[in-house]
Each structure stands twice: as C-alpha cells, then as structure tokens.
C-alpha cells in the first residue's frame, strides 16, 4: 500500500485561549476523495488552509512526500494582478508545464470564457469557475478546494464532477453541496471539537454513520458529564432530530408532488402551482402568453402559467438563460411583451435577502429582531427573542452581541431569522444557498418544509430542489419553459420521455391534421352580467374579509369555549363557510378580470 501524500500528527492550533485543534491526526493518500464536513465555527477552513500549508499550528507535524505539489482554491479567489483572463489561468501552471499554454486554451473554452476578459470584471459566478480552471491546470498532487460550487449553475458543477473524476491526486472538499459531494467523495472527514473523525465511505454515509457516534457518546456521557452531553445536542444540533423530522416532512413532499403532477397532466401545458401572514386567494398568479426578450434575443416564448396557494415551484437553468428575468415578470417588477400577469389578493410577498442588506453591523443580535420589547411576532405568533435565536443555531451569551462580530455563516442565519419571522404568504428565493454553510442551509430547509404558504424557488442547488420544489419550472435555453413535477431528479428522468411524447405527438397531429374551421366571432365586450359581477365582487369580498376577522376574534377569546361551547361550534361553522366563500369569489373575480383584459 503506497504512503500517504501528507500527513498531519499531534497538531494543536489555539485563536487566543480557545483551542481549535488538540491532538489532531489525519492522512491524504493518493486516490483519497474526501469531504471535509463540520459544523459552521468548527474550523474546517483553517484546517484546510493548514493542509495547505498558508497557517502554521502552535505544535505538531505536517509532512508532506518530497516532490508533492498542494493547490488550494479559496472561497474567495483573488484575481487581481493579471492583465487578462487567460494571465490569470496560466499563472496556475506548475514549473514544468509552463510551455504549455495551450491547456488554458482547452480549459477556458471547456467553461466559455474568453481569454482576453479583465479578471477583475467578472461575475461571482465567472470569477469561481476562472479560479477553478488555473487550480484543475496545475498538475496538483493533492487539490483542495473551498465551497468550488458558489455561484455556479448547475451545467458547470456537472463539468465539475467529470473533471475531478478525471483527476489523479488526493482531493479534499469543503462544499454544502450535497449532491455534489455525494457523486465525488470516497472518504469523509469529519472535524468535530477538535478532532478529525475518518469514515472510509463517501458523504452519501454520514448522516447514519454521525448518527451512530452520538448516540454512542450520549450514551457513554450522560452519567458522567451532563455539560458535554448539552454541548454534543447544541454542536449536532438537527442531525438526529433532523432525519426523523425529514421522513415525515418528505412524506407531504411526495403527496403534493401527486398532486401536481395529476393537474398538469390535466392542462396538458406549464403551469405553476411559514401559513403565515393574511390568507392569500387561491390563485396566486395567472400568466396568459407572456414572453419576453431583450435586444432581439428570446429569453422566453410565450406560455401560460398559474400558480396556485401552497404551491412549492423551482425554477431550474444554467446561469444567463433568464431565471431571474422569469421571477421578475411573474411578480410584477418587469412587464412581459406579450401577454398579461394577475396577481390574486392578499399577497403578502418577501424576497429572503442573501446580501444582508437588513443587517446594521453596529447593533447587537438582540436590537436586530426586537421592536422594543422582548418577544418578536414569528408569523402570526409571540416568541422570546433568545429562544427564537436559539432556533437559528445562536448560543443565549450571543444575543447581545454585535452583528460585526459574527462569522459569514452567523450573519445568513441571523438574516434568515429577521427575514422569516416576516408575515409572508408568497416567499421568493433568488439563489439563496449561495455562500451558506450546511447549518444554515438544513435550518433553511427545515424552515421551508414547514412552509405553507407559496414558494418560488431559483436555484442550482439538486439536493436543495429536491428536498423543498413540488414541481421544477426549467428553462434550457432555447426559449421554451416547461413544467415538471417534482425536483431536480425528476425533471431529469421525465425529460427524455417527454421530449418522445412531443415527437411522437407531433408527428401524429402531422399525419392527421385537418382543415380547421373558421373561428366564430367572439364577445366583445363583457355581458352586463359580468360587468356587474366585476363591480360588486370586490366589495363582497371586502365584506367576507371583515366577517372573517371578526370570527377569528371571537373564537380567539379566552374561554369562550368553555362558556359557550355551542355558540363556538357556529362561529366556528360560519367562519369556515365564510373562508369557502370568499376564496370562489375570489377565483370569480381573477376569471372575471383575466376576460375582461383579453377583451381589451
């Protein structure tokens, strides 16, 4: 058996008096595929940058074979100091290849770069996959890479994997990026309180094996030492309450995955289908024909569209073809050029916000979610600002606290918790795994999976899709947008058939086709009937939304029940019959207004 590449002994690293590492032993071999996994703080990529050899331990042994070349890809490159791109890439080549320049060539043609841009002026997404090719050149013994996927689409993470299946050295990865890791790694190290746990299997095994050692060290512990056992449930916190939560949770997934899948089978067409904040009306948003280009370049042809209340929707695609473009005309902030967008009533909307714009550095954790007092409503319902925080992964000691203070993956969890404690019935999420780490990222997913509101969802994450969409919204490039139900995988094994179907169909209706009769003349303006209808639905619509409310404050008053459990019961009747009737007059009024614009 060939030795190790490099090895690391009894190292210890200390940030002040808090120790980092302690007696900490690992090894790289040859063909190792590992996956660096630990909780968010836990220093995994310190430790990365100590196999690097960029930070020195206080004590202990790095020892790396003569001869071997380490290359370490940080999440955040720096690509200043190049005049062009292609400068940039070949500075990654080694000693010994330096003549040969052409391989920059094949690599920036293989990611669709062109050599001679600034490397100072490119996009997040640009910038990772520029990083990424003078790393995968440089002929390294042992690549490390740090969160690789950031900013990429999902095309480039698939270039990704064949790429490093193609690479011959020890290659350790830091990545939230389930499904990623899961299709690349052979080895899992796990850095967890100091010290680096070996598992001689692939991510896809950590769960159950991390799993295992808890219960073990719960077992072991709780006679013992009941302050390590509280720290081991805080530090693990989600890993084993998570995968129980998750069976259930799926389970609704997979139902509502039915459902949707059984109404487009029905339209035959695309369609879209925390509950928190007003009740929205059951169609959300109905889109007739829309499409939309820019400077004679198709973005998207025309399609319709409906999204109804509850409905879980991911909108797939490589980075440029118009994702972001889709989301804004669905929700109103750009106009189609063709056809039309409604929206239903009682929308409460609320983009999450990656960027932490809402974050002041200068106020504390507490000033941050706290309008004064020391409960903050979360969706409709009071909760203690520090086991609200708690929630979100943040010790009590933290609450006070400033926000300058947090690390990277702190600062998203803490914008996550000001953001989803908004009232909200419509959520958008523009890419929001984004530079989160795994904790933050299960928090997030927890979150939305008890969500019941509607969700529209852009993102390159497959796991993520697959765990949270009830249908994928895909656009491929070629103008045309489609429905699939479920998640990314599914879309993946429906794509193929459903492109035989439309061959097949096509070619049918071809041999088939018929003289179509002349169209009959069509209304040309709305009966009087309708006309009516239109005038006195919003305010019968109004009426039912003051019923509603006055209900639900009746019921809400402390024994009512209890005194009067007969008057409760036909309140309780009345408001169910009320929120009936409102949401059918709401659908009449959507239908009602879609006609009279397509009259127009």
């Not at 095994?205 to 219960?215: A, G, K, L, Y």
């Not at 203070?405 to 908004?422: C, D, F, I, P, Q």
Request: a negative charge; aromatic letters at 6%.
């Amino acid at each position: 058996m060939a030795p190790p590449l490099l090895t690391i002994t009894e190292m210890a690293l200390r940030f002040g008096e808090t120790p980092l590492f302690e007696g900490l032993e690992l090894s790289i071999g040859d063909r190792d595929r590992i996956s660096l996994v630990g909780r968010n703080g836990s220093g995994k990529s310190t430790l990365m940058k100590v196999i690097a050899g960029q930070v020195e331990a206080d004590y202990g042994e790095r020892f790396l074979q003569p001869g071997c070349h380490v290359t370490y890809l940080d999440q955040e490159p720096d690509l200043s100091g190049y005049d062009t791109l292609h400068d940039y890439v070949a500075s990654g080549l080694s000693e010994a290849s330096q003549e040969e320049t052409y391989r920059v060539d094949i690599i920036l043609e293989d990611i669709k770069l062109d050599p001679l841009l600034d490397p100072t002026k490119l996009s997040g997404g640009e910038g990772r996959r520029a990083a990424l090719a003078r790393a995968l050149i440089s002929d390294a013994d042992i690549l490390l890479l740090d969160e690789p996927t950031n900013h990429l689409d999902i095309q480039t993470i698939q270039w990704l994997e064949e790429s490093l299946a193609e690479f011959r050295g020890g290659l350790v990865i830091i990545s939230h990026d389930r499904t990623f890791l899961n299709n690349v790694t052979n080895t899992t190290f796990w850095l967890d309180r100091g010290r680096v746990r070996r598992l001689d299997k692939g991510f896809a095994h950590f769960e159950e094996w991390s799993e295992t050692i808890i219960e073990q060290e719960r077992v072991e512990r709780a006679k013992l030492d009941k302050l390590i056992e509280k720290e081991t449930d805080w530090s693990h916190k989600g890993i084993t309450a998570r995968r129980k939560r998750n069976m259930g949770r799926m389970r609704n997934l997979w139902a509502l995955r039915e459902q949707r899948a059984d109404q487009i089978a029905v339209t035959g067409q695309a369609k879209l289908g925390l509950e928190s904040g007003k009740a929205a009306g059951k169609k959300v948003i109905e889109a007739k024909d829309i499409s939309k280009s820019f400077n004679g370049e198709v973005i998207f042809e025309p399609f319709s569209l409906r999204v109804m209340r509850g409905d879980r929707i991911g909108i797939i695609g490589p980075n440029g073809v118009g994702k972001t473009t889709l989301l804004k005309v669905l929700t109103g902030q750009l106009a189609p050029d063709t056809g039309t967008v409604t929206h239903g009533t009682n929308l409460e909307i609320t983009f999450l916000d990656q960027k932490r714009a809402l974050l002041d550095e200068n106020a504390t954790l507490w000033d941050t979610l706290s309008d004064g007092g020391d409960h903050i409503m979360v969706r409709g319902h009071s909760k203690h600002i520090v086991s609200y925080l708690k929630d979100f992964l943040f010790d009590a000691g933290q609450v006070r606290s400033p926000v300058s203070s947090l690390s990277g993956g702190e600062k998203n969890r803490l914008v996550l918790a000001k953001t989803l404690a908004l009232p909200t019935n419509f959520l958008i999420l523009d890419e929001p795994t984004n530079d989160l780490d795994m904790d933050t990222l299960d928090l997030l997913q927890d979150m939305l999976g008890e969500y019941d509101g509607t969700l529209i969802l852009v993102s390159h994450d497959r796991d993520f899709l697959d765990r949270i969409v009830t249908s994928s919204l895909v656009l491929e490039g070629d103008g045309k947008v489609l429905e699939y139900p479920g998640g990314y995988q599914d879309y993946i094994r429906q794509r193929a058939s459903r492109k035989a179907e439309e061959a097949a169909a096509a070619a049918a209706a071809k041999k088939a086709a018929k003289p179509v009769d002349a169209p009959q003349n069509r209304a040309v303006k709305l009966s009087y009937k309708h006309q009516r209808a239109l005038e006195n639905l919003p305010k019968e619509i109004a009426k039912l939304e003051s019923d509603i409310t006055k209900f639900q404050i009746k019921l809400g008053e402390v024994d009512f029940y209890s005194k009067d459990p007969e008057g409760f019961s036909k309140i309780n009747r009345a408001l169910e019959a009320a929120m009936a009737d409102l949401a059918a007059k709401e659908e009449e009024w959507l239908e009602l207004e879609m006609l009279r614009e397509e009259m127009k």
